[in-house]
């Protein structure tokens, strides 16, 4: 059933953290920001920020910060003798998705033309940082960044959840201790196998009081999310604050 | 610049809203689904929920809905001994993304198979009605629908904005009401040319004291969005709401 070369595409795609310094063409990177258009949006909440300057991530060619935009939104009502009335929160909920599905496409289309492609997941932490950089108008808010470019390594696909941990028909099931062991023990012993975190060179480390009983023989997927789900961003101030700054105000509602 | 299948299918992809009645093949949608689970995701923060059953939308043989998914992260972080202390709004911002991109994917992975697709956005508003019709555990909260079938019907691909309107280099550039104007008319004429809301049968309609002073021959796309963000949901308490019965607490940090 991976018969079909889209399916190959989406399968062999794995985040690509070496890249050679081979320059991507225009008509490429315009191909893959079309093809990011074409996804079913909720209202086209999106823009797509490019920088081929200075030193990227991973060194890779090409940077985009994908943002959730109700700035062009709210020009198109203006000219239309609206104003945008939705609450912010509604509007981010849609919005982060649509600039999502931008992101994921333009991750496929880019590995259709054997480009390789990772997501910087600070974005949002930073989105004033980015705003300035870009002198970025009220209500584009940075989602997420994307490095891309040709692949300067050939990793293997990245383990996932069984697929009976991933779909569920009429019920959610009760999730046993078995099932939730087996999803572990295939991220885990998938990453081990892989030798990833050996090969990244991470762990990420414990703060308080816990003491390190993992090294990379077997520090893996599931440690990996504890340690950061929970450890970072307790506190809400930071992520309300960036959005606040970019013109989102999620504790109240629009004005009349 | 069209030049492979994957880039082809995607800029041939559109949302179809009169489906055949012939089943899917459960090999096509096992496939569909792992090819949603090969996206990029912060923590796997998704589940997909599928019913066969009833009649759903559009006659689609097929309903699945696509949810934020923290409680399989909970069950294995406490398995390791650790609590997600990670505010709410964060980890909502990041599961968002995560079941977005798993959804285009399927969208994508649908479309390669000849499947039609179409996003229902209703989701995040019947939270609480969906979570008991699938039993779901809390914290797990149904972000979008999406209803998948063979096609009975070979609709063109919809405009979108101008790449100029979209892809914006190192700086983002001061929108002229001329680059505004051309993409409005860009997505109006293109519907327009298309017929869109008249063979969909629908123009939103006006609230309070606002005249109507449209009709199929000129309403279009601009005006469309403009009356659904600049008259609907307006008040924040009904997401919160159903934000909140599923476990996600975005006004308060976390426990310790």
Avoid at 3 to 27: C, F
Avoid at 180 to 189: C, K, N, P, T, W
Avoid at 214 to 241: A, C, M, P, V
Wanted: aromatic share 12%; hydrophobic share 35%.
């Amino acid at each position: 059933m991976s018969g079909n070369p889209t399916i190959q595409t989406m399968l062999n795609r794995k985040s690509i953290r070496r890249y050679t310094d081979q320059p991507v063409a225009d008509e490429i990177i315009h191909a893959i920001v079309r093809a990011g258009q074409q996804a079913p949006f909720a209202a086209q909440l999106y823009s797509v920020l490019l920088s081929r300057k200075g030193h990227h991530a991973f060194g890779a060619p090409l940077l985009f910060t994908i943002c959730v935009d109700a700035y062009k939104l709210a020009r198109i009502m203006e000219k239309r003798h609206w104003q945008i009335v939705s609450n912010d929160l509604t509007l981010l909920v849609f919005g982060i998705q649509d600039a999502a599905l931008m992101a994921e496409n333009m991750v496929t289309a880019g590995e259709s033309y054997g480009l390789g492609s990772c997501f910087l997941g600070a974005a949002p932490y930073i989105a004033e940082k980015i705003a300035k950089q870009y002198k970025l108008p009220p209500r584009v808010f940075p989602l997420v960044q994307l490095v891309m470019g040709y692949p300067a390594e050939n990793p293997p696909p990245r383990p996932r959840y069984p697929l009976e941990f991933t779909l569920f028909e009429d019920t959610y099931p009760e999730l046993t201790d078995e099932m939730v062991e087996q999803a572990m023990h295939q991220m885990d012993e998938g990453y081990l196998a892989q030798d990833y975190y050996r090969k990244a060179g991470y762990i990420i480390p414990l703060e308080g009081e816990r003491e390190e009983s993992f090294d990379y023989d077997n520090y893996s997927w599931t440690e990996h999310i504890s340690r950061k789900w929970g450890q970072w961003h307790r506190s809400l101030d930071e992520i309300l604050s960036q959005l606040e700054k970019r013109g989102y105000n999620i504790s109240k509602n629009s004005e009349p």
